[in-house]
């Protein structure tokens, strides 16, 4: 099993990097772009046979103490089979 984990700066905190490329979005006339968030992805793969839920509690706990700063950051994840 794989899960897919996708950390973003939370919406309360300033982007600066995400806002320089959309600043740059703009001025190369891509009208249709409202924002841009940057952010990390980590691919972990689980072991053989791991039960879905147990999936899931794991990757969460991973997310929070190792993957993120849960100060400034949040995450996503998604399990694949």
Not at 38 to 59: H, M, N, W
């Amino acid at each position: 099993m794989k899960a897919h984990v996708y950390v973003t700066l939370k919406r309360t905190v300033l982007d600066a990097q995400g806002q320089t490329v959309a600043d740059a979005l703009r001025r190369m006339e891509y009208k249709h772009v409202d924002d841009v968030r940057q952010g990390k992805y980590f691919l972990l793969t689980l072991e053989d046979g791991i039960e879905p839920t147990s999936a899931r509690i794991e990757v969460e706990r991973i997310a929070t103490e190792v993957l993120t700063n849960p100060v400034i950051e949040e995450f996503t994840f998604r399990l694949e089979s």
